[in-house]
């Protein structure tokens, strides 16, 4: 699986902003995928997970309230709507996909995921 994560941007705080990962390779709807994100200086953390069906979500506490995942599987993609942004949501966002009996179990362990994409820059000033 090939992933390819786009959409991010400079926003200001309060904004909105979607992010897609669409997927190219083998059977994208067989994989949970999650969305990470790293800023500078620190180590990758965990911000959503949906199952390979769509039919569960989990979420960081940072994102609760603010982000949404979902996916078509018909188009390969899945997205992260977020809400309310804060300086601090500032990252770079990787989409990640894994099996689901793995990355649902640990959503926040890196090596729940098979591939990952090449990451986009969100960045929200204050």
């Known amino acids: 699986v090939q992933l390819q994560a786009s959409g991010g941007g400079l926003v200001q705080a309060g904004d909105s902003l979607r992010l897609s990962c669409t997927a190219s390779?083998?059977?994208?709807?067989?994989?949970?995928v999650g969305w990470f994100r790293q800023a500078p200086g620190k180590e990758r953390d965990f911000v959503a997970l949906?199952?390979?069906?769509?039919?569960?979500?989990n979420y960081a506490d940072s994102v609760k309230g603010r982000f949404t995942i979902s996916r078509d599987n018909a188009k390969n993609t899945v997205y992260l709507e977020m809400n309310s942004l804060k300086p601090e949501d500032t990252a770079v966002y990787y989409c990640?996909?894994?099996?689901?009996?793995?990355?649902?179990?640990?959503?926040?362990?890196?090596?729940?995921?098979?591939?990952w994409g090449q990451g986009t820059l969100v960045t929200v000033s204050s």
């Open positions: 390779g083998r059977t994208f709807s067989n994989y949970a």
């Open positions: 990640a996909a894994g099996r689901t009996a793995t990355a649902w179990i640990t959503p926040g362990r890196t090596s729940a995921y098979d591939y």
């Open positions: 949906i199952t390979f069906n769509g039919e569960s979500r």
